[in-house]
């Protein structure tokens, strides 16, 4: 049985960090694309970062880009999202997803990443407050 879980998140002030981890079981999960998604209260799913298989090229909503780093290792089958310079608009329920389809986390897939992911993790939340 696939299982995604996430942990990590929690209260942050307002320019603080986190690290986010995605541990996966019955999957290799270098074998698989990464995709990271956040949803916040009353709003809609979005894309924050993926992770390729195919040669680990890595892709990131413009709202987190030099702000947010994936990364995975492959030896405790983890994936990783360290957040930094939280803002209080980056509060959410934060998931990670596998996809088999490297296509979904490249430059020509990543608009439709959220369509290649084939299996979720229940999610964790981050509140940037102060």
């Known amino acids: 049985q696939v299982q995604l879980v996430e942990s990590g998140g929690g209260l942050v002030q307002p320019g603080g960090s986190l690290r986010l981890s995605c541990a996966a079981s019955g999957l290799t999960l270098d074998y698989y694309a990464i995709g990271w998604f956040r949803q916040a209260p009353g709003k809609g799913r979005e894309r924050v970062s993926c992770i390729s298989s195919s040669d680990g090229s890595t892709y990131y909503a413009d709202s987190v880009k030099g702000r947010f780093t994936i990364s995975r290792d492959n030896t405790k089958n983890t994936v990783y999202l360290q957040m930094n310079s939280l803002k209080p608009e980056d509060t959410a329920v934060y998931s990670c997803?596998?996809?088999?389809?490297?296509?979904?986390?490249?430059?020509?897939?990543?608009?439709?990443?959220?369509?290649?992911?084939?299996?979720w993790g229940k999610g964790t939340l981050v509140t940037v407050s102060s």
């Open positions: 997803a596998a996809g088999r389809r490297s296509y979904y986390c490249s430059n020509y897939g990543w608009p439709s990443l959220y369509y290649g992911m084939d299996y």
